[in-house]
């Protein structure tokens, strides 16, 4: 920052941002105007603008950053609350006109103000409303939207200076994203229209969908514990069970959906303190960045970030995740294929249980460790060839090369699986073409809430910083269909069965580590068969004495 720069008129959102951030790092105010070619007088001007960094939470961070100018609305909560609402109905393909604006914004300004609301959404109002966040009118047809590939490669520009700005190392940048999964779901019932003929089918699946949170790191070093939604506050499958020792991390909602307290509980409570450990492991600096799809069941970005700032998430353009996002360039797709795999092979296991029995024993529980098997089966160069696909010209050349679609990674249902699939499935008749399309037949289940016009006028208020707690339901809400409750077994019970299973396991020819496996694993149910013991003999002398 020796040379000073020529002269400029004008500067951009971003740049200001640059240089209060220098300004707060110690820089001297005087070498800082002379660098940026400003009088002293500007830069303390901008040093009263703290509006700027709310920006990128009014403004799509793309845009918002490179305005040379910026008028704020005067009514802010209005501004704020119409334009979450706007996003929300543009992503579910609602069409937007003019007039059903105005209309929304004087209902919202009601809702805000109550009887005090003097509000009137004119023509001037609505161009400035639509100038601000860079709206524009566009011709919608019946086609489905293709992505926004402009957006998309402004925003790898964006991620570039941002990777460079913080230092950010492969293993610093992480990308997190949702998909539902209808886990008892077979080739020939998937989800339907209410227009179709099988809509019973369709609907009926939808009862045993789950939506599921992965996230992995650039250099595939690092698949966090993945986080499944169901309805369930506390399915009997996971009765007595240790929930720590689950392979899923496992929360409720009242649709199994993805909704912004959720997201928010996990980024703070799951997501950050896995990565400090894991960068610690690496002995790397405690820092990262979380690319994150632009979705209204995401919180705003200010509501992101570590206690010390140096954990924090840079949303997507929307319409680009399908472009762009590292997890939709065949990771979920990957994980999909090696779920159903995993489920046919259980199917086959089971030589005199039906499809349908084998269906019914299918619970959350036995959903968590296949969904292990799948997860884990995803290599560290299949994740960083999907970070290339998606977000490669962001990241150094040198660190990658191109990733080819067509190897096995990405090809995991092959036809030896087809086989297995149909020998599974003879009960019933299914096409070459049905299964192959089987592992994506749940890709269009909704995976996050609708936010009400009430829940964004509190968002907006600051009314929804202490949510109330769920009502408690009746038993059959909390429960799954997945049976009755079975309590554990005794610890002499279990010692009892692996005796018995480590003398057969003695007779098979396996490897020398499985047969110490559990060895070590009847030593450990005899330590608490001894201590039980010892508990009961001491209850016995007490109740003597």
Known sequence: MDTPVRKRKSFSAREKLYALDQLKKGKQQTQLARYLGISESTLRGWKKEEKFRSLPCILEEETGLQRKKV??????????????????????GVPISGPILKAQAEKFDRCINGNESKFKASNGWLDRFKKRHAISQVLVSGEIRSPDKEAADSYLIELKKLLEEGCYTADQVYNCDKTGLCFKMLPDRTLATKTNSHKREGFKQRKDQVTLLFCVNKSGSHKLRPLMIGKARSPRCFH??????????????????????IFKDWFHKTFVPAVRAHLRKLKQEEKALLPLDNCSAHPTAENLV??????????????????????????????????RREMIKRMVAGNNSSVHTSLASLNLKEVCHLGREAWDAISACCIERCWIKGLGPAFPSSTHNDGNDDEPEFTRFIEADVCLAKEALQEYEHSHHDILNW?????????????SDDEIVANVSGKNEAAPPEPKTSGNNDDDDDGTSTPPPKASEAVKHLEASLRWLETQDVESIKILQLRSILDFARSQQSAANKQTTLDNFLKKR
């Open 71 to 92: 008028k704020f609305a005067n009514y802010e909560s209005l501004d704020s609350a119409l334009y979450q609402w706007f996003v929300q109905a543009c992503s579910e």
């Open 439 to 451: 592992f994506s037949a749940d890709d269009i289940c909704p995976i996050y809430e609708h936010i």
């Open 240 to 261: 007595h069970v240790n929930m720590k020792a689950l392979p899923f991390e496992y929360t409720n909602s009242k649709n199994a959906w993805m909704n912004s307290s």
């Open 306 to 339: 570590s206690r010390d700032g140096k954990i924090k998430v840079s949303y997507l353009p929307k319409n680009t995740t399908s472009e762009i996002q590292p997890l939709d360039q065949g990771i979920i797709s990957v994980f999909k294929q090696n779920y």
